[in-house]
């Protein structure tokens, strides 16, 4: 193509065939481009996300029928309607778990961000010492998946192994016991909590940083205090990333299992059908009943979805009300 | 880091009496200091204190690990006897799970970050029809759980056959609506459409401009958009704890479960499930440590605006 249309570059032709036949050219390919660019994101996302999507409703509204009756009757699959749905939304072991689930909830997401919330504002004040060794320790759980996070504390908490229990009884106090169905919720929280502060504290001070520090320096002109700094300017210029931080832990939460599941070996107080996921997990591979896992992960991924873009549009029109 | 003494330094220079500072200030500065690190320091000794406990812990043998406290290291060469005891188990089992998760966790994040930049690339520097509403979608799947995907999925690669092979974890690990979304924000800040232009005019096919131009120009924000797919993929645990069941094809997290849930009946193994967590989380720290530094966090918090 090119060698064809140098004659015509070099003697600069001004109406040369070639040059409109190039730009005729380069202009079906930026035509095609886009489409060839999105393609193989486009596929994987319809046949991994989409259809996956798709599948599970379908299957949700079907289940296994005996036909015929008696030894010889047959096992096919039919069209029950929203049998599974009524069965998933009746069961009260689902609302058990959904209980626990806003329970951790409650405890995690504020707690988490809080803290994450605190040492991003605590590194952003201009004279603390061991900046960056601080930060990077805070930082460190993000890279230890939650199943090996989960690994770590539930031997820390293990009554055989763990050194906290150890500690205790030394000072002669008695030891706290991490695993009664009353404190074992505080468990799995701090399990996810410690995974997550350092990640959302990196978020946060990432935008506090792009801050102008000029901002600051008139504030502190004007006789402010670092704590007014931080609550009057700080923080409600932190809006946006507060409200994503926030987003990604609520679907975080509602699709808690690996903290819960990993600690399960450990004690006898954590059930198979302990969180939503568990119980979805146990309906499908466990029981054998793909068609109620199906019907309750629709469930889920609905009550999410409606979760995540309420909240969004909820918090965007307050944290950026006055900009419109 | 190297930003802080600077912004320290600009923050006093721009006081314009440094004769005469107010009193207050200067003494609600100095209280926070100590007692800003102090909190500080408590924080990171919270976060530091499982990764010490399971460096310790590491090195005792089976026996001590339930009669010594276990905050105190051992020195009788308990490590070298469980790493080695590690490494026998069923045939060097271990090594085989340190590699699928290289396979899972780092190709699968490369092959991402290759298909979710085109698509960035794609949405950010061209207009076409179905645009809008390619990039919707994204955004709602951005929404969705991963991990209420995973028996969708499951279901659906049983339906094909899939389930069991090392495809049926790395294909749905390579869609991933985030990064997308990450890539198609980084597009439109940091690729010039003046510069695909000239690049045009020279003659560069489109696919040439993408490689030459574009994909060099993302590359801040490719690394980022690598890492947080990496641990991602790393830490989804439910879909191959569902998908596999041969245990020559699990990554680490299902192993060291699967251990762990075997050490419940054989204490013994819980020796070895401590020194598999220590040895496999040390590269990840290393790695993390290593890039963070290329990280464009800012990318995250300024996506919501954007």
Known sequence: MTSSLQPADAADLAVGRGAEDRRRRTFKAARIAPYVFVLPALILFIGFLLIPIVYATWLSFRANRRSGGGILGQQSETFVGFENYVRSLTDPLLYDALGRMLIYGAIVIPTMLGLALLFALLLDLPRVRLRSATRISIFLPYAVPGVIASLLWGFLYLPRVSPIRRVFEQIGLPPPDFFTTSSVIWSVSNIAIWGGVGFNMIVLYTALRSIPTELYDSAALDGCSERQIALRIKIPLLAPALVLTGIFSMIATLQVFNEPQTLSPLTNVISATWMPMQKIYTDAFVLNDIYSAAATSVIVALVTLVLSLGILSFLQRRAFGEDR | ?306
């Open chain 2, 1 to 306: 880091m190297s930003l802080t003494p600077g912004v320290a330094q600009t923050r006093a220079g721009n006081t314009k009496a440094p004769a005469t500072p107010t009193p207050t200030r200067q003494r609600s500065g100095r209280s926070s200091h100590w007692g800003a690190t102090a909190i500080l320091v408590l924080g990171a000794l919270y976060c530091l204190l499982p990764v010490l406990w399971v460096l310790i812990a590491s090195t005792k043998t089976p026996g001590q690990l339930f009669t010594t406290f276990s905050f105190s290291p051992s020195f009788t060469g308990g490590l070298t006897g469980n790493i080695r005891g590690l490494l026998d188990f069923k045939d060097g089992l271990f090594l085989r799970w340190a590699a699928n998760t290289v396979l899972y966790a780092g190709v699968g994040a490369l092959l991402t970050v290759f298909v979710s930049a085109a698509a960035g690339y794609g949405m950010a520097k061209y207009r076409f029809a179905g645009r809008e509403l390619i990039f919707r979608l994204i955004l709602a799947g951005v929404l969705i759980p991963q991990v209420t995907l995973a028996i969708p999925q499951y279901l659906l690669l049983a339906k094909v056959g899939l389930v069991g092979s090392y495809w049926s974890v790395l294909l749905p690990s390579l869609i991933s609506p985030f990064s997308i979304y990450l890539c198609r924000v980084y597009a439109m800040a940091a690729v010039p459409d003046e510069l695909l232009e000239a690049g045009r005019i020279d003659g560069a096919g489109e696919a040439r401009l993408f490689r030459s131009v574009g994909l060099p120009l993302m590359l801040p924000g490719l690394v980022t958009v690598f890492l947080l797919q990496f641990v991602a993929i790393w830490n989804n645990f439910l879909l191959p704890f569902i998908m596999l069941s041969d245990d020559s094809r699990f990554p680490m997290t299902v192993g060291l479960y699967a251990l762990l849930n075997q050490g419940a009946s054989q204490p013994a193994l819980y020796t070895l499930v401590i020194t598999g967590s220590m040895l496999s989380i040390l590269p990840l720290i290393a790695l993390v440590l290593l890039l963070q530094r290329y990280w464009r966090l800012d990318l995250l918090s300024g996506g919501l605006k954007g």
